[in-house]
């Protein structure tokens, strides 16, 4: 019979070095000369505490108080300090604009707009013809315009905001009339009539969930109406006996009324999506030309931009909009709008949409291409993951996401990761081992799979992906 392992010397609370005389060790000054006396003072301080509540517990071994262990935990505890919390991570959800994971990816020139305006003096409210102060919309006010053919425009924070500026700008203690159908709820419990309560403005719905007619609104309208409005249902769909009043229906009953029609759009494409085999989606140019006399949209969503919230629409109610207090609350800074900037410009030739925009680049990848990638991977993760798991490559169906046409799908490719019978697999584990990644990959479980949906992982990024995969941790 082998011997029994002899048992590890422990050490006392006296054993351990001063905080001083283990800063003045050779071994620490490369820690010292990378992060600063500060913070490895700091970090090594809270190490020693926990070493001697373990030592008073009679649970210290010895071999943690060597120069050696020391430094290792130190340089650990200081890596885990230094790291950032907002990660790069790599998106195979199959959601291309995922609310939790930035939505749009900047293309380069937006990367280096940005860059600009972070590193030197820009005239962010400084006209330079006149050498007097400017108004930071005009720095997209006139792109916006071209593009959409609004007669003006603004820029807020979000759309959420830009939703709450024009109620509390056009709607404070007066009524707005909306369908039943369209009172929305978004993530993060943004629900239409919270946010007109919060406006100020009296919501009168009329219609109901499924049916609303032009008659509805009509007899709706009274003294204290201030608004009609229309709220793209982006984030769900009625389907069966439904009726909705197109923008083309409303605007004549307005325009009879002296009454605005506002439209809250959500997603906000500036192009006809079908050019490019994609669901369709209203236009913000479009909508106007319906008869909207203010439209409001996201920047982060089918835009394809940094998040903001856009309203372009007629001059006089964009001249309120800006007029109101809550408008340099809700305003956007130079780093938005040198974003903004840039991607408004890609739009300007529209032929290259699909090379120079992120967001439709990777929602316009063809099957063909993702397939591909998914035989090159599939070797590769197979060998990552263990011989308790199966990996095969699969079609898929990617989502747009962010609300943007919550029923349609995307035809794609990817990886299905399932345990095999009998082995001791988790796909609980493996995800998590995924998400621990030096950069993260994000997946999904479903119907006892793991989905690696390879729509957004784009091929020069798939060196990078492929080479972490030693560092998986076997689950």
């Known amino acids: 019979m082998s011997a029994p392992l002899a048992e590890s010397p422990r050490a006392s609370a006296a054993d351990i070095p001063s905080l001083d005389r283990l800063l003045n060790r050779p071994a620490l000054a490369d820690l010292l000369a990378h992060h600063g006396r500060t913070q490895v003072t700091m970090t090594l301080r809270l190490h020693l505490q926990d070493l001697r509540s373990r030592a008073l517990a009679g649970e210290l071994e010895q071999v943690a108080l060597s120069d050696e262990a020391l430094t290792r935990t130190l340089e650990s505890k200081l890596a885990d300090i230094s790291r950032p919390h907002l990660r790069p991570v790599f998106n195979l959800t199959g959601t291309v604009l995922h609310t939790n994971l930035g939505r749009a990816l900047l293309p380069e020139t937006a990367v280096r707009a940005v860059a600009q305006a972070l590193t030197a003096p820009v005239n962010l409210e400084f006209d330079l013809a006149s050498g007097k102060r400017g108004d930071r919309d005009d720095l997209v006010e006139d792109l916006l315009r071209e593009l959409t053919g609004a007669e003006a425009a603004t820029v807020v924070n979000n759309n959420a905001a830009a939703v709450l500026l024009l109620l509390s700008a056009l709607a404070g203690r007066r009524q707005v009339i909306i369908s039943r159908g369209e009172l929305i709820e978004i993530g993060g419990a943004f629900r239409m009539p919270d946010i007109m309560r919060q406006a100020g403005a009296r919501l009168v719905e009329v219609g109901t969930t499924n049916r609303t007619h032009i008659s509805d609104y009509e007899q709706g309208i009274g003294p ?150 998914a035989a090159r991977l599939q070797p590769l993760v197979l060998g990552a993951v263990g011989d308790a798991y199966d990996v095969a490559a699969t079609p898929l169906s990617s989502q747009i996401g962010s609300g943007a046409l919550p029923i349609d799908r995307l035809p794609s490719y990817g990886l299905a990761i399932r345990t095999l019978k009998g082995r001791r697999g988790s796909l609980d584990r493996l995800e ?30 798939e060196p990078s992906f492929a080479r972490q995969l030693a560092e998986l941790a076997q689950p």
């Open 432 to 461: 998590a081992a995924f998400r621990a990644l030096p950069q993260p990959v994000i997946a999904r479980i479903a119907e006892k799979t793991l989905w690696l949906d390879l729509r957004c992982l784009e091929e020069s990024e």
């Open 224 to 373: 204290r109406t201030a608004l009609l409005m229309k709220v793209h249902t982006s984030n769900y769909a009625i389907s069966g006996f439904t009726h909705s009043v197109s923008i083309e229906e409303l605007a004549p009953l307005a325009r009879s009324h002296a009454i605005p029609v506002a439209v809250d759009l959500g997603s906000g494409s500036l192009v006809d999506l079908t050019q490019w085999q994609l669901p369709r989606e209203p236009t913000v140019r479009e909508t106007l030309a319906a008869g909207a006399d203010l439209v409001s949209f996201s920047g982060d969503k089918l835009l394809g931009g940094p998040q903001a919230g856009v309203l372009a629409g007629r001059a006089d109610l964009i001249a309120k909009l800006k007029k109101h207090p809550l408008k340099r609350a809700l305003r956007v800074g130079k780093l938005t709008l040198a974003a903004l900037e840039a991607i408004l410009t890609v739009y300007r030739s529209p032929e290259f949409l699909t090379e120079r925009l992120t967001t439709l680049r990777l929602l316009t990848r063809s099957v063909a291409n993702m397939q591909a990638q």
